[in-house]
């Protein structure tokens, strides 16, 4: 099976480095990709941002399956462009990627199908934002309608800043703001394969949204994740695909825009139950380098049988037993406009350390063969181990083997559940 990746991420390399280890693989391509996706697949320039080119792409190396890592081209339509010249493709369309693409979307068809959400109010004016503020109280929480990288989210007991937040994703063009009521309780990302009609779930992982330890500072796109969790109830799982994605799935069905790929269903155990905060329509970053860490069934043939239809004959999936951890390297003032250029050093030291290696986001191999960092987040380190305990150690190890100038990370990935303190209320 020749296959293509369309990404760039560490998500990306994640998925390459399973994919490549599929014994049913036997040509890897990706577009753009970065230097670490470079050592084990062939790359291809790409404007991520333009479908077209990457049918073109498509065409000139004839993939068995193309799979979609970010959301911009998913809310582009690239899925339906690819699929509509005769390409096998893991995402869904346009259509049903406003499942993420549009929060005001998402929580219609939740309405629809019964989906315990937060409650929420879609305003348009700053009117019904104050109405809203009103009726919720503080902690205030306020989304930009639109995509935004996970830093769209505002969540203060300051409703000045809250107004403030609300106010620019307003004067934005079509600016839209939905304005919920804050969820107490854990959070949880499970990542299910869909084929538009079979939900087939992964493992749940946490991921760290604030750039600072302890929870502290604005949201990013996630600085660190573990899997398994072992705070969560034992039923969480079926319970998550029985109420909140099995019934999306058959809503989106329903509605003639049927889901195919990942349903990324961000959840808190708040103390009413289990609530979503978030739908996304593909797969995390950075859970899915700590979910993919322990899936031992090939992955190119779990990603063809979701794109082909075929999910209700796959077999069930295997694990491996222990934990993985991963955790986030950044560049200098990110998540603001990040520094950028700066060469990386220590990465084979890293990756020597046992159970542990070194995925890439946003680098790029200069013309003397040095590896540079070009993006906010850099590197997504990942150590695997029997324990939790162990698989944090590992990690760890390899982060501080490696030097990156004004680089950070938070030094407290997978702490408090590896010190037994997540408790759902
Ligand atoms: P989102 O982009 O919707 O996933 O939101 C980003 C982050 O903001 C989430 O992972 C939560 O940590 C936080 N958040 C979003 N909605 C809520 C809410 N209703 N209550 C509490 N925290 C929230
Ligand atoms: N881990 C958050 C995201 O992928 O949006």
Redesign the pocket.
Known sequence: MKVLVLGSGAREHALVRSLAADPEVTELHAAPGNAGIGAEARLHPLDLTDPPAAVALAREIGPDLVIVGPEGPLVLGVVDQLRAAGFTTFGPSAQAARLEGS?AFAKDVMASAGVPT?MAHVCDTLEEIEVAFDQFGA?Y?V?DDGL?A?K??V?TDDRTAAREHARECLAKDGGRVVV?????GP?VSLFCLSDGDTVVPLQPAQ?F?RVHDGDLGP?TGGMGAYSPLPWAPPDLVDDVVARVVQPTVDELRRRGTPFVGVVYA?L?LTSRGLRV??FNARFGDPETQVVLARLRTPLGHVLRAAATGALHDLEDLRWRDGAAVTVVIAAENYPGAPVTGRVIRGLDDADAVDDAYVLHAGTATDPDGSVVSTGGRVLSVVGVGPTLAEARERAYEAVDRIDLEGGHHRSDIALAAELGEVRVP
């Open positions: 929060k937060a902690p929480v989304k935004a996970g769209g989210v969540v919920e009521e804050y969820l107490d959070e991921d949204k949201n961000g808190a905060i978030e």
